[in-house]
């Protein structure tokens, strides 16, 4: 932090949605904001508009595919660079496959899986250890509320999202033991309503998005970020949600699957 004014956050998938969210809160606490996302136009877009709420915020862009193999180093090299410390890093990145896994498009299942998965571990080895070297980091990686059960219709989707979910908190419990000060965190949402996902993952016709435990994207950033502060491992956002995971945990994986079943179905 030596000659520097600021802070600095890195925003995956910080174009829209959640991490649109993300980058409005690390504006109005003068972070230096660098956004990730693809394509170009809708990240100057974003930033257009961020710089007409927060005018004067340092807003910088990167149009990247983070689904490609060599993301994470690309992008890595890219802050190295341009002299970019990332004390936040925001992993928001991500979109989903939805139907009967024969069904779906294997390149598209298999993007995704690079993407929530080899990208984002990725990401995370490369700069924890540039946050273990400065012993002061964030990270946060967006994971979900069906990281903890098996989800039928949902299968490779949400078992990118337990990796995220047990990467995270392995990760984050290994530093604590180290005595480091840099923090991981996974958040688990549940559906999230008004953002793109929902059409990209062809879930239009599904009932998941209008069921009373869906959330909005401002909602997830903002406990997210209060979690962070308080360095939290998992947040579930919104209100007595981490009360209705803990109960649900309790009951057996079947019926677990039954009622993500039941959520996932087609109206």
């Known amino acids: 932090m030596t000659g ?15 991490g649109l969210e993300f980058a409005k809160l690390f504006a109005r606490d003068n972070y230096s904001i660098l956004l990730v996302a693809h ?3 809708d990240l100057e877009a974003t930033k257009a508009q961020l710089l007409e709420s927060y005018p004067g915020s340092d807003i910088s862009v990167r149009s990247q595919d983070l689904a490609q193999q060599d993301a994470a180093e690309l992008l890595y090299g890219f802050t190295r660079e341009n002299n970019i410390l990332v004390d936040v890093l925001v992993n928001c990145a991500g979109f989903g496959t939805y139907g009967f896994v ?6 598209r299942d298999l993007s995704m899986l690079q993407l ?4 984002l ?5 490369l700069y924890v250890r540039d946050m273990i070297e400065r012993d002061v980091g964030h990270i946060i990686n967006m994971s979900s509320i069906s990281a903890f059960q098996p989800n039928p219709y949902f299968a490779t989707y949400g078992a990118t999202k337990s990796f995220i979910l047990n990467f995270s908190r392995a990760l984050n419990y290994e530093l604590r033991e180290k005595g480091s000060n840099v923090h991981i965190m996974a958040v688990c949402p549940t559906a999230v309503k008004d953002t793109g996902f929902q059409i990209t993952a062809g879930m239009s016709k599904t009932k998941t998005f209008d069921s009373w435990m869906s959330i909005t994207p401002d909602v997830v950033a903002q406990d997210a970020y209060h979690a962070m502060k308080h ?5 579930v956002p919104g209100r007595f949600m981490g009360l209705a995971r803990s109960i649900a945990c309790r009951l057996p994986s079947k019926w677990l699957m039954r009622m993500s079943r039941d959520q996932l179905r087609e109206k």
Do not use: A
């Open 102 to 107: 024969d069904h779906i498009e294997l390149d």
């Open 4 to 18: 520097r004014t600021k802070r600095t956050v890195l925003i995956t998938g910080g174009s829209s949605g959640i």
């Open 39 to 41: 394509p170009r136009d």
């Open 121 to 125: 571990y990725h990401i995370n080895r």
């Open 116 to 119: 929530h998965v080899g990208t």
């Open 231 to 235: 360095k939290k491992d998992l947040v």
